[in-house]
Nanobody, 114 residues
């Protein structure tokens, strides 16, 4: 069973930065890793995704501001979030795919004040 532990959320002023981390355990191979978010009253949406070989893609709303990266030796995925906006406020969820199975973290709150 793969388990995910997220960290790095918090409260930040608009224009600030945060770095989220997600450590996966329970498998020696991790496929694609991603960050999703869900704001109150809205559907969960994909923020950024990175393939096993390191190719990233981003939602249009976060391009040029967020950077996803991974450390395969540590089974860890990161999300560097810069120039944060109030509309980035949401619960951020880590998601990984292991042998066609999808696993989710418990979520970490990111709140951006104006």
């Amino acid at each position: 069973q793969v388990q995910l532990v997220e960290s790095g959320g918090g409260l930040v002023q608009a224009g600030g930065s945060l770095r989220l981390s997600c450590v996966a355990s329970g498998s020696s191979f991790i496929g694609a890793m991603a960050w999703h978010r869900q704001a109150p009253g809205k559907k969960r949406e994909l923020v950024a995704r990175i393939t096993a070989d390191g190719s990233p893609n981003y939602a249009d709303s976060v391009k040029e501001r967020f950077t996803i990266s991974r450390d395969n030796a540590k089974n860890t995925v990161y999300l560097q979030m810069n120039t944060l906006k109030p509309e980035d406020t949401a619960v951020y969820y880590c998601n990984v795919v292991v042998w066609e199975h999808s696993y989710w973290g418990q979520g970490t709150q990111v709140t951006v004040s104006s």
